[in-house]
């Protein structure tokens, strides 16, 4: 199929690239740079442009005789969505909207969607499945929300068919090493953690040790970045092949506290790293962990790197080459 990619240059978007390729695609990716990388996508045309670019988004869909879409570009920090809401809105809302509208005028039919466990807010239940009441209690979770109830919309009306795809904490690195994850400034954990291994940081805070969990601190779903990229492949084909609109929870359906996360990161890199313990990080849940259920039973998913211990090796040999090399 031929795919337009939004936010193909970004971290998980990059990884999903690749997967398309290697499955045979072809690929347009569309990313405006904000937070991504040219030399992180390894194939396919790009193009650097914004989704407000409505004349750009239309003229990418007839030119380029796009057959499905999968969704990625958006604004992901849930602190900086707490102070800057309209940010998040604009961008992860509106803007998104002009995508649809160019699928719906030059008869685009797929959407895979990049949507987030954020959706839930504090869960109710364990592991979460999709059916989970929706709260968000940050505007980031909010706002792919929004999104999802207007695609449910253009599907009833247009008949645009969709799979939201709700990531738990994505992590790790491709195995073959040449992307990974590359943000700046760095917020999430276990790249936290590999830089304070490589001397890059001088200290790191666990936030919070006094959650009601197994060691009091927060217990996450971490899936490899790999193993989520292909959940894109199987969604786009699912869709492809007639499958009807979809949401679906993407992690392993394991927790690992915190804690847990250094120590093993601890026997990836071959010493102890040492953390501070700080305070609780203001709208972080003390637990969540999907059921992957649907999914797997659904379109055949598979995790190949379920093994925490494995996926913080891939970020590892990731983090010790020292991010993107611009002669590639
Ligand atoms: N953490 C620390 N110290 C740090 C960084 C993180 O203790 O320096 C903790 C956090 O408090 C949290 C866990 O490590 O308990 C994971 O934190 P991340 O920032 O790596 O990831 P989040 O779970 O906060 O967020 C991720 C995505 C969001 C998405 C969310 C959905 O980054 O975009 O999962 O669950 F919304």
């Known amino acids: ?77 849930v602190g900086e969505s707490m102070e800057d809401p309209g940010k998040y809105y604009y961008n992860n809302v509106a803007n998104g909207l002009n995508l649809l509208e160019a699928m719906v005028n030059h008869g685009v039919k797929y959407i895979v ?32 929300l929004f999104f999802e109830k207007i695609l449910d919309r253009y599907e009833q009306i247009y008949g645009l068919k969709y799979i939201s795809l709700r990531y738990f904490n994505a ?38 040790d006094d959650y009601p969990t197994r060691d009091g601190s927060c217990i996450r779903d971490y899936i490899h970045v790999s193993d989520l990229a292909r959940a894109h492949i199987l969604a786009i084909n699912g869709l492809a092949g007639g499958i009807d609109s979809s949401i679906f929870n993407l992690g392993n359906g394991e927790g690992y506290s915190v804690k847990e996360v250094i120590e093993t990161a601890g026997e990836v890199v071959g010493r102890e790293i040492v953390a501070e313990i700080g305070e609780r990080r203001p709208g972080d849940p003390a637990v969540l962990v999907a059921s992957s259920e649907k999914i797997r039973t659904e379109l055949g998913w598979e995790p ?17 080459r020292g991010g993107f090399h611009e002669d590639e």
């Open 304 to 320: 190949r790197y379920p093994d925490l211990k494995t996926i913080i090796e891939t970020a590892w040999n990731w983090q010790k």
């Open 113 to 144: 969607f990049s949507s987030t466990a954020a959706v839930y807010g504090e869960p109710e239940e364990i592991p979460i499945p999709e059916d989970h009441p929706t709260q968000p209690t940050n505007t980031y979770g909010e706002s792919k």
């Open 171 to 208: 992590a790790g690195a491709d195995p073959e090493g040449r992307i990974g994850e590359a943000h700046n400034p760095e917020t999430h954990l276990i790249p936290i953690v590999l830089q304070k291994a490589l001397g890059q940081r001088e200290k790191f805070y666990i936030f919070g």
């Open 1 to 77: 199929m031929k795919i337009l990619v939004t936010g193909g240059a970004g971290y998980i978007g990059s990884h999903v690239v690749k997967s398309l390729i290697e499955a045979g695609n072809s690929v347009v990716t569309l990313d405006n740079l904000s937070k991504g990388h040219r030399e992180a996508v390894l194939g396919g045309r790009f193009i650097e442009g914004d989704l407000e670019d409505s004349k750009l988004l239309n003229r990418i869909m007839a030119e380029e005789e796009i057959e499905g879409v999968i969704h990625l570009a958006a604004h992901s920090l």
